[in-house]
């Protein structure tokens, strides 16, 4: 909020009297000290020296781009956050493009212009197997429907690869294939209606998107394709796609923790992957924030013998609201009805780490909690091999135990369930464990339930928590594969 109201405060920021300027490389790279800091992220060259002490992590992780181009690192640590927002009073220009020989073609020229810009587009840079691999697409029509359908050659599709929005007449589709991200994005050729079908042919790895016409015309092109059409890249290397979603409940879940209960558009289908997160963004203050959370499920389901019904309509956060926090602090003032835009999920876990797992350990502290209950909740159901599930719970008081009944009681209902809360500030009177994460707690909890059993042990708390739990983890003898931490 600090810096917020700096921004408007009507300071020259970038220190250019209001002047966009051309920088060039040697220009940037004179501006390298903490008291005179510009660095280039995509193409655009900030003036970061009065941002330094805003950093959220710190002026030392600011320096290391002091001077340079800082969007690799930048993506590397928190792509998500919007610096141009963050940052637009502190623009002083963009990169200048380097001087070009004479005899160099005007492609190779536009070429070096993008690359200058840090705009090089990856998508066209594909290396062979994703090449190999590109999925494709076709349309036809009846007088009432359009399907689109798209070729993924991935053999294993399944809803939680595909992702629809189709606003007005703007139709994204997206397909996650491993680390890549397949997108068929148009300006469509008529209206449709609001509510569409999906349809995935799981083993040959076809998915149909079945719009319905608003009238009956004939369509003579299937639109207008808007800037990611048909194009195949690194998921790490698209942008953010959000829809506004409407709250629809926030309930207490302790004195600080609120379960809020997201409502998608019905122009949405998207299933939020199990250990995976979304983004939130709200403008506070005029400036646009963007925050991770992860998706849970409204309760924690103590049947385990049916597979759960996932209630793909709503998204379900629960968030800490900190005395404090620029995010959580606007989170809180939303009323029901409100819209929030929520982005596409993100994370590295893969349901398959926890395929053929007889022991799942996880390590929990505070709202860490949150990736493990859609974990426990996939193990519990699906995973057959499994026979124990233990949940080490670490949290300050006995009041910041989240969902603490439901846990005791899924422990009592299932024997391979059992949860320890690990205090770090009890007071006077708790009989459990206390005390902070450590290899000797560790041990005395971490029992293979045969010798040689298949274990993974997952962990997700505040940073240093999580680095912790990991160094422990390497000195108790478990391996890479045998661990799983949760981190942005
Ligand atoms: P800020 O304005 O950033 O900070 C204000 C003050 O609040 C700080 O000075 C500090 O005292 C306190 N504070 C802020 N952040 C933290 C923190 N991370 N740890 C300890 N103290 C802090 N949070 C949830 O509540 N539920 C989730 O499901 C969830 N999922 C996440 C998933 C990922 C991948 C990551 C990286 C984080 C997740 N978080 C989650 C944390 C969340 O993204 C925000 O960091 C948090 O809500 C605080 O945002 P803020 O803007 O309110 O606080
Ligand atoms: P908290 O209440 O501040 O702390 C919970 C417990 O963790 C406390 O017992 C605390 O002990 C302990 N702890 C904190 N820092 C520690 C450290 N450095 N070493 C060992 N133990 C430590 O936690 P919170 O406010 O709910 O924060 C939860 C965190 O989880 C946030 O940072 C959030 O970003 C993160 N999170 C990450 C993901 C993800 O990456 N996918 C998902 C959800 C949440 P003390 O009292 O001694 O500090």
Redesign the pocket.
């Known amino acids: 909020m600090d810096w917020i109201r700096l921004t408007k405060s009507g300071k020259d920021l970038a220190g250019v009297k209001g002047r966009l300027v051309e920088v060039t490389e040697e220009e940037l790279a004179k501006h390298s000290s903490k008291e005179d800091c510009w660095i280039c992220i995509r193409g655009f060259v900030y003036n970061v020296t009065p941002y330094m002490e805003y950093h959220p992590g710190g002026e030392e992780e600011l320096m290391k781009a002091a001077g340079t181009d800082g969007t690799d690192l930048f993506d590397q640590v928190h792509r998500w956050v919007n610096y141009e927002s963050m940052l637009k009073e502190c623009l002083v220009g963009r990169m200048a493009l380097k001087p070009v020989s004479v005899s160099k073609e005007i492609s190779s020229i536009s070429e070096e212009k993008k690359r200058l810009n840090g705009l090089l587009l990856e998508k066209k840079v594909l290396d062979a197997s994703a090449k190999d691999s590109t999925p494709s697409y076709d349309w036809f029509q009846t007088d009432s429907l359009i399907t689109i359908v798209i070729y993924t050659k991935q053999k294993d599709m399944n809803a939680e690869l595909v992702i629809v929005d189709c606003e007005d007449k703007r139709l994204r589709g997206e397909i996650i294939l491993n680390d890549y991200s397949y997108v068929l994005e148009v300006d469509l050729d008529h209206a449709v209606e609001e509510d569409f079908l999906i349809k995935i042919a799981e083993k040959i790895g076809k998915v149909e998107i079945n719009l319905k016409k608003k009238d009956n015309n004939h369509w003579k092109t299937l639109g207008q394709p808007l800037e990611s059409h048909n194009t195949f890249v690194k998921r790490k290397s698209r942008d953010l796609f959000y829809r506004k979603c409407k709250l629809v409940s926030k309930t207490e879940v302790t004195h600080d ?1 609120k379960l809020f209960c997201f409502k998608l558009p019905e122009s949405t289908h998207f299933h939020i992957p199990t250990g995976q ?1 979304v983004y939130l963004k709200h403008i506070i203050a005029g400036t646009e924030v963007v925050k ?3 998706p849970l499920l409204p309760f924690l389901p103590l049947d385990f013998e049916e597979p759960s019904c996932h209630d793909s309509a709503n998204i379900y956060l629960m968030i ?1 609201i ?1 005395p404090s926090g620029l995010f959580t602090q606007a989170l809180d003032r939303l009323q029901i009805g409100d819209c929030i835009s929520i982005s596409n999920p993100e ?1 590295n876990f893969r349901k398959s780490q926890v395929e053929a797992v007889e022991d799942l350990v996880l390590l929990a ?7 493990m209950v859609k974990v426990l909740s996939f193990a519990l159901t699906e995973v057959v091999s499994l026979r124990t599930a233990k949940l080490i719970f ?3 008081t006995e009041d ?1 135990i989240l969902w603490r009944n439901q846990l005791e009681q899924l422990a009592l209902k299932d024997e391979r369930f059992e949860v320890q809360f ?4 009890p007071a006077r009177g708790w009989a459990g464990q206390q005390g ?2 450590s290899s000797s707690l560790l041990s005395g909890f971490l029992k293979r339930s045969r010798k040689d059993s298949k274990v993974l042990v997952c962990i ?10 990991v160094q422990c983890l390497k000195d108790l003898g478990y391996s890479q594969e045998e661990m799983h ?4």
Not at 365 to 371: L, V
Not at 460 to 469: S, V
């Open positions: 923790t997160h991770p959370y992860t800490k900190y994370g502290a505070g709202t860490g909690f949150t990736p670490f949290n300050k910041d690990v205090l770090s500030e902070r994460i997700c708390g505040p940073a240093p928590f999580t680095e912790q739990g931490a949760f981190t942005a």
